[in-house]
Each structure stands twice: as structure tokens, then as C-alpha cells.
């Protein structure tokens, strides 16, 4: 038995490898963080409480208004401050692209 058996006992080498990217590729996944000022409605939807018409309400307030603290979301119409408790980890302010 290899080390790479422990893992993931039934995959050649270059399956564990395509494995290994897969698991990275998930973690980095629940840690990414969203940026506010430029994120897509997909990327929006991955906050906890946010649907495509939330996410949407966020790109249209950023037309106007550029986040200047993730603590601004508060801004937004159906966005309080639980939303951001639950949220504010993986929330940033990018560079406005008005």
C-alpha cells in the first residue's frame, strides 16, 4: 500500500492527480471570497440569503453607487445587518468599475 492508497485507495496516478485538483479546486470554492463592486449574479448567488433577484439588486445599486466597505451592502434594499454577520468573511470591495 502507498501513501496515495490512504487517500484515495482505487486511482492511478494520474487520476489522483485529476482528484487531487478537483478537492483543491472545491476548497477554494467554499473560501472564495465575492467582491462586491465586481461580482457576477453566479458569484453573488453564493452568499448565504442570495438569489438571483438579490444578486441582481446588488448590481443595480453598484451602477450608482460604488461600495466603498462591505459593510455598505447594508445599502442595498433588502440587505440588512444579518445578512451581513452571516456574510462578511467572505465579502470585499474591489475597484469600481464606474
Known amino acids: 500500500m502507498q501513501n496515495n492508497d490512504i487517500i484515495a485507495p482505487n486511482l492511478n496516478k494520474g487520476s489522483f492527480m485529476k482528484f487531487f485538483i478537483l478537492m483543491i479546486m472545491a476548497v ?14 453566479k458569484e453573488l448567488t453564493t452568499l448565504k440569503g442570495v438569489g438571483a433577484k438579490k ?34 468573511k467572505k465579502l470585499t470591495v474591489g475597484k469600481c468599475k464606474k
Do not use: M, P, T, W
Request: hydrophobic fraction near 40%; charge should be positive; glycine fraction near 4%.
Open 28 to 41: 477554494s470554492f467554499v473560501f472564495a471570497s465575492v467582491d462586491i463592486n465586481n461580482a457576477s449574479v
Open 55 to 88: 444578486a441582481q439588486s446588488i448590481i443595480e445599486y453598484r451602477k450608482l453607487h460604488c461600495f466603498k466597505k462591505v459593510d455598505e451592502i447594508v445599502k442595498v434594499k433588502g440587505f440588512g445587518n444579518k445578512f451581513l454577520q452571516n456574510n462578511k
